[in-house]
Nanobody
Framework: QVRLVESGGGLVQAGDSVRLSCAAS????????PGWFRQAPGKEREFVAG????????HYASSVEGRCTISMDNAKTTLFLQMNKLEPEDTAVYYC????????????????WGQGTQVTVSS
């Protein structure tokens, strides 16, 4: 079982950038399709971005496409989410996730979740 720990959140201003990290232990991401989800106050958890297990291609939610980049290190032990031009609507707890599937989606059965890291964007 892979264990996930996120870091890199904090309080930023609108227009700023933030880079989130997710460290995997126990196993690497090589056996999973990893991704990022977020949950804003009073809202359901939503998919943000994911990486295809087979070809490492990335896919994004429409709400963040063009502003976010998901990536992994070569060893597939750390997952990143670079977020630019942050908006107050991006305020949420961001969760790292790993799914035993080719491509993680909002409906995927998630094998492991991280504990989350808070990102707060002030206007």
């Amino acid at each position: 079982q892979v264990r996930l720990v996120e870091s890199g959140g904090g309080l930023v201003q609108a227009g700023d950038s933030v880079r989130l990290s997710c460290a995997a232990s126990g196993r690497t991401f090589s056996m999973y399709s990893p991704g990022w989800f977020r949950q804003a106050p009073g809202k359901e958890r939503e998919f943000v971005a994911g990486i295809n297990y087979i070809d490492d291609s990335a896919h994004y939610a429409s709400s963040v496409e063009g502003r976010c980049t998901i990536s992994m290190d070569n060893a597939k032990t750390t997952l990143f989410l670079q977020m630019n031009k942050l908006e107050p609507e991006d305020t949420a707890v961001y969760y790292c996730a790993a799914a035993h599937t080719v491509i993680i989606t909002p409906s995927s059965e998630i094998g492991a979740w991280g504990q989350g890291t808070q990102v707060t964007v002030s206007s």
